[in-house]
């Protein structure tokens, strides 16, 4: 970190750009940590009914599907 700021004093750039972007990055850490992720079949209004549950808590949601190229060739052979 030090070398850097040398680097970004000796450019005559300011050093609080750098400061900025260090805890802008540290609190997007901090905030990936206390999140919490779940993963739902997609399956229609149910699934978006269920997303709507978990929209007020740190539980974030993610979609998955059955239908994926790995499952398309095994019913091909």
Do not use: H, P
Not at 28 to 53: P, S, V
């Amino acid at each position: 970190m030090d070398i850097v700021t040398q680097i970004i004093k000796n450019n005559r750039y300011e050093t609080q750009t750098l400061n900025r972007i260090c805890n802008k990055r540290e609190k997007q850490e901090q905030d990936n940590r206390k999140k919490k992720w779940a993963r739902f079949t997609y399956m229609g209004k149910e699934t978006r009914y269920i997303m709507k549950l978990f929209k007020n808590t740190n539980v974030k949601i993610s979609y998955t599907t059955n239908n994926n190229l790995g499952k398309q060739e095994l019913i091909k052979t």
